[in-house]
């Protein structure tokens, strides 16, 4: 059986949001708000400060942290004048990642949900774990970078982790009351993105805007753009190595178009389960905190007799590359999992800046997985958090230097 994968023996009293104002995070209090019976404890963004006092105003948490610090001042006089002095009395405000950090071990709280997209978001993950909380996981960089170092610290702290990722929760929700020793293929299913059908000759003149609008989610920049290439589909192979203990062999990726079957799993005697629900982020962090007490969270029901066909078509990985070179990555050691992700980070980056094309997204991780520099220091070293960060601003550092 896998770990606790009903959730019914460790449920959700209280929640720190780390990244609140995000797609993922805002969703999450969309649900609590909703079911009611979560408290907020903490709340954490970047610089989207002003979404944030709304939410502080509304969810009264007691610990608070910004990434910003130059928006601190504003910050605490805004608040100020929309809470009654005893409630900014009783909300601490905190900094940069020593305040991640602080809020991750604060022992006030039971489960921790990771939205904070990118490799920021690692260290206050392994701090939750390693302070015993349960982890409800979106961000799916520290999964690709240090899969092997979490699933230990799992272990070793008797706490669980439960995918928010669509596709990875559609698996949990498959697995629920199944002996994973029994498990033959795990399917990802894939939208294709926007660009799904061009070849690399119709991507040249891609720009920022084309590659945002995604044709059925609604997300973030950084992930809405790692769609648009296949990389997004690279990671979540990447995770589910991890979080459910297969080799990358076994992981397949299809096109299903309309996103309503989010993931299959193949068993040994030919049976297939698969979960399918309209498009909406909602559910998986409805499942991520409830398992199987479902809840009425005002999602949209599926209607079978307008559904029309179900069809599925192979990537392309020729032209997104992005997608085979995450296979590749996955039979490597795992620090070649932070060049993969790193690269592709500061690729994305430098696309939204409008430094590169689209196209050298995937070409920048490409040349970053076959430098000598880069391969020759990695394979020296262990799986640590130290090495993954130090390969992570190495490989930072090499993708800015192919513009320089």
């Known amino acids: 059986m896998l770990q606790n994968d009903l959730r019914q ?4 009293e209280s929640v720190a949001i780390f990244g609140s104002t995000g797609f993922i995070g805002k969703q999450t209090l969309d649900v609590i708000r909703r079911c009611g019976d979560i408290n907020v404890f903490a709340l954490t963004c970047d610089t989207n400060v002003d979404v944030l006092i709304n939410q502080i105003e509304e969810f009264k948490p007691k610990l608070v942290c910004i990434n910003d610090e130059s928006k601190l001042d504003y910050l605490k006089s805004q608040l100020s004048k929309k809470l009654s002095p005893s409630e900014f009395s009783a909300t601490k405000i905190l900094t940069g990642l020593d305040g991640l950090i602080e809020i991750a071990i604060d022992k006030n709280y039971d489960t921790a949900v990771c939205a904070i997209v990118g490799m920021i978001g690692l260290q206050p993950t392994i701090a ?14 520290s999964l690709v970078c240090a899969g092997e170092i979490i699933n230990d610290l799992l272990i070793e702290n008797g706490v669980s982790l439960f995918p928010i990722d669509s596709e990875h929760s559609a698996i949990k929700q498959c697995l629920a009351g199944e002996d994973e020793s029994k498990i033959d293929k795990i399917i990802l299913t894939c939208s294709g993105g926007p660009f799904y059908g061009m070849k690399r000759e119709q991507l040249r003149e891609i720009d920022p805007v084309k590659a945002l609008q995604h044709p059925i989610w609604s997300m973030g920049k950084k992930i809405t753009i790692d769609s648009s290439t296949l990389v997004n589909k690279g990671l979540e192979v990447l995770e589910a190595k991890w979080l459910f203990h297969k080799e990358v062999d ?77 296979y590749a990555v996955g039979k490597k050691p795992l620090l070649y999992s932070t060049i993969y992700n790193s690269a592709n980070e500061e690729a994305v980056n430098l696309f939204l800046d409008g430094k590169i094309s689209f196209l050298q997204i995937s070409d920048f991780i490409e040349e970053a997985l076959k430098d000598a520099s880069l391969i020759s220091a990695v394979n020296e070293r262990n799986n640590t958090i130290e090495n993954i960060l130090l390969t992570e601003k190495e490989t930072r550092a090499f993708v800015n230097n192919l513009i320089a």
């Open 128 to 141: 939750a774990i390693s302070s015993k909380k349960n982890i409800a996981l979106a961000n799916k960089e």
């Open 9 to 12: 023996f460790n449920k959700v």
């Open 250 to 326: 076994d992981i397949q990726v299809v096109i299903q178009r309309g996103s309503i079957i989010h993931s299959m799993v193949s068993f040994i005697d030919g049976s297939v389960k698969a979960q399918l629900s309209v498009p909406s982020m909602n559910i998986p962090i409805e499942y991520a905190l409830y398992g199987i007490d479902r809840r009425d969270i005002g999602a949209e029901k599926l209607d079978f007799n307008s559904i029309g066909n179900i069809s599925f078509d192979i990537p392309d990985t020729n032209t997104f590359k992005g997608l085979s070179l995450a």
